[in-house]
Nanobody, 116 residues
């Protein structure tokens, strides 16, 4: 079974930065598109960023210019670099392989809290 594990979440002040990591138990990122989602309390999960086969990343409008995605395939790891964090970024963040199955493959999530 392929497993995804997110880490790097925590408490940060507005304007701060965090780097989230997603580690896969197998080398899957080279074969499947990867995406980051987040879910705030009482809300549905929303797409944050999704990687294209051409190596580009499409970001949600609200995070454009603040978030970036990069990876280290030798370590089966993808990162979400989050800068200039805002309180509205507070959510549980998930890395996913949306095309791995019809339902996708999801990690357990990591909590990001942006607050003074």
């Amino acid at each position: 079974q392929v497993q995804l594990m997110e880490s790097g979440g925590g408490l940060v002040q507005p304007g701060g930065s965090l780097r989230l990591s997603c580690v896969a138990s197998e080398s899957v990122f080279s074969n499947y598109r990867m995406a980051w989602y987040r879910q705030a309390p009482g809300q549905q999960r929303e797409m944050v960023a999704i990687m294209t086969s051409g190596g580009n990343t499409v970001f949600q409008e609200s995070v454009k210019g603040r978030f970036t995605v990069f990876g280290d395939r030798t370590r089966n790891t993808v990162f979400l670099q989050m800068n200039d964090l805002k309180p509205e970024d507070t959510a549980v963040y998930y890395c996913t392989l949306p095309t791995y199955t019809t339902s996708g493959l999801w990690g357990q999530g990591t909590q990001v809290t942006v607050s003074s």
